[in-house]
Nanobody
Framework: QVQLVESGGGLVQAGGSLRLSCAAS????????MGWYRQAPGKQRELVTR???????NYADSVKGRFAVSRDNAKNTVYLQMNSLKPEDTAVYYC?????????????????WGQGTQVTVSS
């Protein structure tokens, strides 16, 4: 079994900062890309940022220059540093990881999601 556990959400005023963390655990063989998505009320889930196992990143235009993704491969953890937060950043943020894992003598690959963490930015 593989699990993604997120932490770091909360309530912050506009212009403030938050840092989200997501740690993967279980019978992990290798973690490929990791990323963050978000879903605001009444809207579809959208990509915020992704980071490859080699450290290549991409960002949604709406967060470029304000958010920064990083990962610690030794800890199987991905981080999202969010600065200059705006009320429109309010959403549930979900961690995502493409993981190759062991099950018995076999190796499988699939997408995993965290449980989500609420980020609320007040104006």
């Amino acid at each position: 079994q593989v699990q993604l556990v997120e932490s770091g959400g909360g309530l912050v005023q506009a212009g403030g900062s938050l840092r989200l963390s997501c740690a993967a655990s279980g019978s992990i063989f290798h973690i490929n890309a990791m990323g963050w998505y978000r879903q605001a009320p009444g809207k579809q889930r959208e990509l915020v940022t992704r980071i490859s196992s080699g450290g290549n990143t991409n960002y949604a235009d709406s967060v470029k220059g304000r958010f920064a993704v990083s990962r610690d491969n030794a800890k199987n953890t991905v981080y999202l540093q969010m600065n200059s937060l705006k009320p429109e950043d309010t959403a549930v943020y979900y961690c995502n990881a493409d993981i190759t894992y062991r099950s018995g003598a076999n190796v499988f690959k699939r997408d995993y999601w965290g449980q989500g963490t609420q980020v609320t930015v007040s104006s």
